[in-house]
């Protein structure tokens, strides 16, 4: 972790699609991420699971149901079952057959192109099971794999799961780590430990829950502070009166124009 003094607010946030340009494709798709990348973005955050064959996988639904109406658990089925359904067309018939891509797939896309911050997703019955420190495994393992030039200051592990980040910063102590603030934990800040913090870079907080005392808070343990999700005019105004250093967004393309005026 940073010290103190080290940290400063940007001039500028960076601006982050939030699963690539989900308001004008089907959101974690490669169709998304090179929507966003067309912009001026400056990352793109994308979620992360594991399917039942241990490959990991973007999609932020535990479920189904969103792109088929199936009950099914991603954890639960194998990456070749994933691969034959249609990941796009329930978000607009003009992006029916978009797939599935793999983690793999985007480290290997997007990468080289701009930071990513990639979620690992958690529940407390996967976590319970093992399967999300499995998970944790397999992307740290996947990461320098995949894109051995890979610089760390282009990859950032974020989750709601304190252990989840904490297990995959004592294997792979190289990346970014990102705790998510759930909106319980936004009302308690003062109350952490600071030992539970020292291996992050940042605290990312709800737009509605974020607050000058969590922004000041959080500088000076020595961590960046990033907001989610702004969408709009008030939301975006708020996150840079706070000076928050990263700002995640549904509509890059409008956010983008909006920093540049």
Same mark, same amino acid.
């Given at each position: 972790?940073?010290?103190?003094d080290?940290?400063? #607010? %940007?001039?500028?946030?960076?601006?982050?699609?939030? %699963?690539?340009?989900?308001? /004008? =494709?089907?959101?974690?798709?490669?169709?998304?991420?090179? %929507?966003?990348?067309?912009?001026?973005?400056?990352?793109? /955050?994308?979620?992360?699971?594991?399917? =039942?064959? @241990?490959?990991? !996988?973007?999609?932020?639904?535990?479920?189904? +149901?969103?792109? #088929?109406? @199936? *009950?099914?658990?991603? =954890?639960?089925?194998?990456?070749?079952?994933?691969?034959?359904? &249609?990941?796009?067309?329930?978000?607009?018939?003009?992006?029916?057959?978009?797939?599935?891509?793999?983690?793999?797939?985007?480290?290997? *896309?997007?990468?080289?192109?701009?930071?990513? +911050?990639?979620?690992?997703? $958690?529940?407390? &019955?996967?976590? *319970? $099971?093992?399967?999300? &420190? @499995?998970?944790?495994?397999? !992307?740290? %393992?996947?990461?320098?794999?995949? $894109?051995?030039?890979?610089?760390? /200051?282009?990859?950032?592990?974020?989750?709601?799961?304190?252990?989840?980040? *904490?297990?995959?910063?004592?294997l792979?102590?190289?990346?970014?780590?990102?705790?998510?603030?759930?909106?319980?934990q936004?009302?308690?800040?003062?109350?952490?430990?600071?030992?539970?913090? &020292?291996?992050?870079?940042?605290? #990312?907080?709800?737009?509605?829950?974020?607050?000058? /005392?969590?922004?000041?808070?959080a500088?000076?343990?020595?961590?960046? #502070?990033?907001?989610?999700t702004?969408?709009?005019?008030?939301?975006?105004?708020?996150?840079?009166?706070?000076?928050?250093?990263?700002?995640?967004?549904?509509?890059?393309?409008?956010?983008?124009?909006?920093?540049?005026?």
């Amino acid at each position: 972790m940073q010290q103190p003094d080290t940290v400063s #607010c %940007r001039s500028h946030p960076w601006l982050v699609a939030h %699963r690539g340009a989900r308001d /004008e =494709a089907p959101e974690n798709t490669r169709t998304a991420f090179e %929507r966003a990348l067309s912009y001026a973005i400056d990352g793109i /955050e994308l979620d992360v699971q594991m399917s =039942a064959d @241990r490959v990991p !996988v973007v999609y932020h639904d535990e479920t189904l +149901m969103r792109i #088929c109406r @199936r *009950r099914d658990r991603v =954890a639960d089925l194998p990456l070749a079952s994933l691969q034959q359904l &249609d990941w796009g067309g329930w978000f607009h018939a003009d992006f029916a057959g978009e797939p599935l891509p793999t983690l793999a797939q985007v480290l290997d *896309r997007v990468a080289s192109r701009t930071r990513l +911050m990639i979620e690992i997703k $958690s529940s407390p &019955d996967l976590r *319970r $099971s093992g399967h999300v &420190d @499995r998970l944790v495994r397999q !992307v740290v %393992r996947l990461l320098p794999v995949v $894109s051995p030039r890979l610089l760390p /200051e282009r990859i950032f592990l974020l989750s709601f799961d304190a252990q989840a980040l *904490r297990l995959a910063h004592s294997l792979a102590p190289e990346w970014n780590y990102v705790l998510n603030i759930v909106d319980q934990q936004a009302d308690a800040f003062a109350a952490w430990p600071t030992l539970a913090l &020292d291996h992050l870079y940042a605290v #990312c907080v709800r737009i509605g829950k974020l607050t000058h /005392e969590l922004t000041r808070w959080a500088r000076g343990r020595g961590l960046r #502070c990033f907001t989610y999700t702004c969408n709009g005019p008030r939301q975006v105004t708020k996150a840079q009166a706070m000076q928050v250093d990263a700002i995640l967004t549904d509509r890059p393309k409008w956010l983008s124009n909006r920093l540049a005026r």
